[in-house]
């Protein structure tokens, strides 16, 4: 007999292996492993962004935990960013359509966040800022970049004489040179835009000040230097989210990726790869390429012994099996504990996220 916990990842896919000998139809099978995964369709990247590097650190950190923190490994601790987490996510900004302004430059930055689930918890929100030259210097001595980040206004109706429209500044900063990569926290505005459910995007607005007067603009050529910057300007926003249901107690990883073959018939843990590319995945799963998920299997028969980790109930029913084999069936062989997995890749809105799933991988089976 088999059971399934349905709100579990692995049950999703053990029940797509066991369907297909029920002859389930495949896309009845995919959307309920699509399901368990936090996913409403199959994604299918159109022009996905390369991964961002601090996603492939957190993920091989996760994939080969650290000899000097044994123990401390907790899924829904993110510890490059010192946050609670088990869902993390780079948002592309789809600001893009409006192009830079001059004078001063700015430029409309925009992040849905519209796939957040209601039960996840924001926890950090990080915007980065990437030019493709190393540095831009400010064209005067004594002169600096003065960088501006407003909550863009709601759109002005033409029909009204328009006042000034309000615009709240989230932060200043000057810099002498724009970096390759700039990092603001804005984990309070992230959750404004859930909270308040509206959210009009940001403005980026960038300027030169300094000794040479305030009314510098970028050189002699200030519409040039904003097409510019428009052209070598990429912002992104990293986003840290807890689920809380799918957060276990930290515990030990998994000693062993295997478990010895050895011909029995008896209920215990089987070998079991399974290929993402084999599920036909490969284009929007990143990483890993597949892995070693396992499954119960065997006989539960009378009389139990405690390797077969069974309950006292499973014992009685054991008991009452061998008396009764017709009217009741033997107690079955299914995970007892069960370890998660950390997987990356493509959403169907082409973000980079990295998602931290529970029971993942079958590490013992018992009888019950
Ligand atoms: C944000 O994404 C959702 C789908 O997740 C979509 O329905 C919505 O229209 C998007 N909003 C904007 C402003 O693009
Ligand atoms: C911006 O992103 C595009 C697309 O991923 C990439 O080709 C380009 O090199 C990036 N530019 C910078 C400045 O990072
Ligand atoms: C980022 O901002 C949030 C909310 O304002 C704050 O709680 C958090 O400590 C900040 N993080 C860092 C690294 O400064
Ligand atoms: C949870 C539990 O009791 N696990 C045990 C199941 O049986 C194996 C094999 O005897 C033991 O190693 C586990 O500790």
Redesign the pocket.
């Known amino acids: 007999p088999v059971r399934f916990h349905r709100d579990l990842a692995h049950a999703g896919l053990f029940w797509a292996l066991v369907s297909r000998t029920l002859g389930m139809d495949l896309s009845t099978r995919e959307s309920l492993l699509l399901k368990s995964l936090g996913l409403s369709t199959k994604p299918s990247p159109r022009s996905p962004a390369p991964v961002p590097s601090v996603l492939w650190r957190v993920f091989q950190k996760r994939e080969i935990p650290s000899p000097l923190s044994p123990g401390r490994e907790d899924a829904c601790w993110v510890e490059e960013f010192n946050v609670p987490g088990n869902i993390i996510r780079v948002f592309n900004d789809q600001g893009t359509e409006t192009p830079m302004q001059a004078s001063p430059c700015s430029k409309r930055l925009y992040f849905n966040l519209s796939v957040l689930e209601d039960g996840e918890q924001l926890t950090m929100a990080q915007l980065q800022l990437q030019f493709g030259h190393n540095s831009y210097r400010a064209p005067g001595p004594g002169q600096v970049f003065e960088l501006r980040l407003y909550r863009a206004p709601p759109p002005s109706l033409r029909e009204l004489p328009s006042p000034p429209p309000s615009r709240r500044l989230l932060l200043a900063q000057s810099f002498v040179q724009l970096h390759k990569s700039l990092l603001f926290n804005l984990t309070q505005v992230g959750r404004d835009w859930r909270t308040q459910s509206r959210n009009l995007g940001l403005v980026l607005e960038i300027s030169v000040s300094g000794r040479a007067g305030s009314s510098a603009l970028l050189g002699r050529h200030p519409g040039n230097f904003c097409a510019g910057v428009d052209s070598f300007l990429n912002a992104s926003l990293l986003v840290v989210s807890l689920q809380l249901g799918q957060c276990k107690a930290a515990r030990k990883k998994r000693s062993s990726y295997y478990t010895p073959v050895m011909p029995s018939s008896l209920c215990k843990s089987r070998r079991l790869y399974i290929s993402f590319s084999d599920v036909g995945w490969e284009n929007w799963i990143i990483a890993p390429q597949g892995y070693m998920a396992n499954y119960c299997l065997g006989e539960c028969p009378f009389p139990l012994t ?4 069974s309950t006292n109930h499973a014992i009685l029913q054991t008991m009452v099996h061998s008396l009764d084999p017709e009217g009741t069936p033997q107690p079955c062989c299914v995970p ?2 069960l370890s998660p997995i950390s997987v990356l890749f493509y959403d169907n809105h082409d973000n980079v996220v990295l998602r931290h799933y529970e029971d993942m991988v079958v590490d ?3 009888c019950r």
């Open positions: 405690t390797e077969l980790n007892i504990r013992e089976c018992g």
